[in-house]
């Protein structure tokens, strides 16, 4: 079985197991959250009244201990008094403070008896560094954070000399035990930075497993933003707003600016909560691709409001006097405002498909999931298709209604497109492959078509065997299934029809549940056979031309890692992976992968497949070992064709 199978297993614990231990750590982690919730709190006062320093002094910079001179003189010349900004600061500062709590809170709630649980909430005790103390306290905190992320245990043992040296170079700084200068203190600070980051390097690539590594992925993230974030404001935003030289653009960009990078201290906290507590651990590429639609198009449309703001200012200046700021400022909020959504799909299509790969835009595939609007349901009972009386309805397939119809001496069922939808060229071209595809199809265990056609009214037409019986999903709705006998010859058929598609060159693309229908076997009523449905984006298989084009979309719950990437091809063993899916949900009533479109999309290139048995522990071994090599992410790693497949779920010959 292919390692990027399995997830379960690879999880290292970091649970304390000792009962002494773990009251021991609970207790003294208790004191140090308080001592330094004391610490902080008494510091208070200060950090409301800071006092202003001098731009010359060696350390004058804007913090939570000082203000400088260069702040109060831009946030006076715009009007504004500086106790203000610092009032409302401070006050943010607290509020973040005490959301970190609560989130130390509840992780210690839940997790008390989690190593990395225990180590963040001591870390995030120590947020704001608002006493000396706790800010010397807070870099040791940090580094044994970082030093036993995910594990929670120093590997190589030799790397807690790193925590050693800081704790001594913040006793030194804290109690001014030494008379060196700072710039020795900054050195080996940046010393240790630079040892802590190889030492990350050297386990990322030698000592963590698949999961782990996604664990320190979401670190990675949370601190990649932020410097992307400082950087985009340093070499871009900063840069910009001094060329245009407008004072009050200046201003708001500084106070936005101070205040959003309060609001992205809560960034780290929140990707190791989800690395530690490994919710939605593999959404991380998800969350990425988000981040960077809506950070280029924040910035996109900040430059944009910049340059009109500007514009408008200077020239309504010499036409309107005194109100030119507002209504320069009405002007450029109302454009982006407008450029939103265009900017926002411009973007859009070139993260998924140029730095992403993908075959579909995430919006695209979203949209797909949802089936189109039947305006008048039931509208063509009665009526005459060709030689066929319509009469009710069967139900709502991908691209419209199923009727059950009557003529030429037999029962069929009418699969109708609408006119308004026959419009549309994806609607039409799909209806006219899959009456191409069925026509050239004759095995007992697919559809047949007996007729198709258009009614004077343009409405496309399908008359295709009608099968009474059930939907495959109909019986996943009713929960897991426990006679795999009756699993294995289900399989039988499918696979039977599955290879037969596969041998004339076809991949069906858009297997699932609902395209599997249920009726008593020909050959002996007591056994029910499946019966396949819907070839509508079937497609040429490796043996003719390989499929790399975009296409229509499918249902993403069953989509295979290649229909999802562009440069990959698609060939029979995305049929495979999708069939896998499929077993699993018999298996344990739900699917593997749960989410947004989005989420599900990114599951399928990146997670695990996680194991059958996790859900139902009554599934056997050698199924459940079959169903996750059949969802290998890479087409190599799983069975060659759809036959094979089931005879590793044990379905027998013949």
Known sequence: MSSDSV????????????????????????????????????????VFDRPICQNAEPGCENSLRSISQDTVDLLTSAGIDYHIYVTIESILTVI??????????????QRSDDRMVLILTAQLSCFGGFSPIVSAVSSITVSILVLTFP????????????????????????????????????????????????????????????????QAKWLLFSVGVIILYWLTNLLLIFPLLNALGNGILITLHFLAFNFFALALDL????????????????????????????????VVLLIVFSLLFVVAHTVLSSVVSGQQGFIAGAIAVATPVLLFNPVRHIVGHFVDHRIFRLRYDLSEVAAAQKPPEIKNPGIYTGHT??????????????????????????????KVLPADLAQQDEFRKRFAREAQ?????????????????????????????????????????????????????????VVSALDYIHEKGLVHRDLKPSNIMLRPSARDNEIQETVLMDFGIARTDATGTRITGSGTVGTIDYMSPEQIMAAREVDRRS?????????????????????????????????????????????????????MQSLSKKPEDRYPSAGEFAAALGVSSG
């Open 7 to 46: 997830l379960s297993t690879d999880l290292t614990t970091t649970r304390i197991t000792n009962p002494r231990t773990l009251t021991l750590a609970r207790v003294g982690l208790v004191i140090f959250a308080v001592l330094m919730i004391a610490l902080n709190l008494l510091a208070l006062p200060q």
């Open 96 to 109: 973040i403070y005490i959301v970190l709590l609560i989130i130390a809170g509840f992780l210690f709630w």
């Open 151 to 214: 594990t929670g245990s120093f590997k190589p043992r030799w790397s807690i000399l790193i925590v050693a040296v800081l704790f001594v170079q913040g006793v030194t700084e804290v109690f001014k035990l030494s008379q060196e200068s700072s710039e020795l203190g900054s050195v080996i600070f940046l010393a240790m930075v630079a040892a802590t980051l190889g030492i990350v390097i050297y386990r990322y690539r030698r000592l963590f497993t698949v999961s782990q590594r996604q």
């Open 267 to 298: 960034l780290i906290p929140i990707s190791l909560w989800i690395a530690i507590t490994r919710y939605r651990l593999f959404d991380l590429r998800f969350v990425i691709n988000r981040s960077l639609v809506y950070g280029i198009v924040t």
């Open 385 to 414: 298709f060709g030689k066929y009386q319509v009469l009710g309805v069967l139900g709502k397939g991908g691209m419209g209604e199923v009727y059950q119809a009557t003529g030429a001496g037999q029962t069929v069922a009418l």
């Open 437 to 493: 595809t069925l026509a050239t199809l004759q095995h007992p265990n697919i559809v047949k078509l007996y007729d198709s056609g258009v009614t004077d009214d343009g409405v496309h037409y399908l008359a295709m065997e009608y099968i009474d019986g059930q939907e495959l999903s109909a019986v996943i709705d009713k929960g897991a299934m426990t006679d795999y006998d009756v699993l294995r010859e289900w399989m039988r058929s």
């Open 575 to 627: 049929d495979v992976y999708s069939l896998g899916i499929i077993v699993y949900e018999l298996l344990t009533g739900e699917t593997p992968f749960k989410g947004s479109a989005g989420q599900v999309l990114f599951a399928h290139l990146q997670q695990p497949a996680p194991d059958p048995r996790d859900v139902n522990t009554d599934v056997p071994h050698d199924i459940a070992h079959a169903v």
